[in-house]
């Protein structure tokens, strides 16, 4: 008879929510987010996607897209993995980010499992949780970028 449909399999979701971490060194926490940053001589919203590391402050990968998707933020992801040379050897990295569609969906959740990195979000409502200083970063990446016009 076959008269209900079969429901789809989906991909483990993390249901980590941050907590405060004692960080020592590198490559132990980095935070990742995306910012609007309006393009005027293209009269475009182009998207920052950026991620630092928290303990020596550095910015370790960018990317400015005309899309914001979670192909963007496995990009970003990547190329700090690798300039930290430390793609598939990771075991105690966390990355933490917001709620953001780019972050929760599936291609990022998978990237996440497959590097072995933890992915942690903040909780709604909550932005202490939150650094301020990628948003300083992504303010300054976006003057670099506008000006290199690198779209």
Known sequence: MN?????????KRYSKICKNHVITDSNQLWEMDMK??????????????????????SILAYDLSLSPNAEQAKIVAIKALYNRVIKGKTSELIIRTDNGLQFIASKF????IQENVTH??????????????????????????MEKKEI
Not at 3 to 11: A, D, E, M
Not at 109 to 112: A, D, N, R
Request: charged share 25%.
């Open 3 to 11: 008269l209900l449909k079969i429901k789809r399999k989906g991909v």
């Open 36 to 57: 609007y940053v309006y393009l005027a001589e293209a009269r475009e919203i182009a998207y920052l996607t950026s991620i630092i590391d928290v303990f020596d402050r």
């Open 109 to 112: 959740e998978k990237l996440c």
């Open 120 to 145: 942690e979000r903040i909780p709604v409502h909550s932005p202490n949780y939150n650094n301020n200083f990628i948003h300083s970063i992504e303010i300054a990446l976006a003057s670099v970028a």
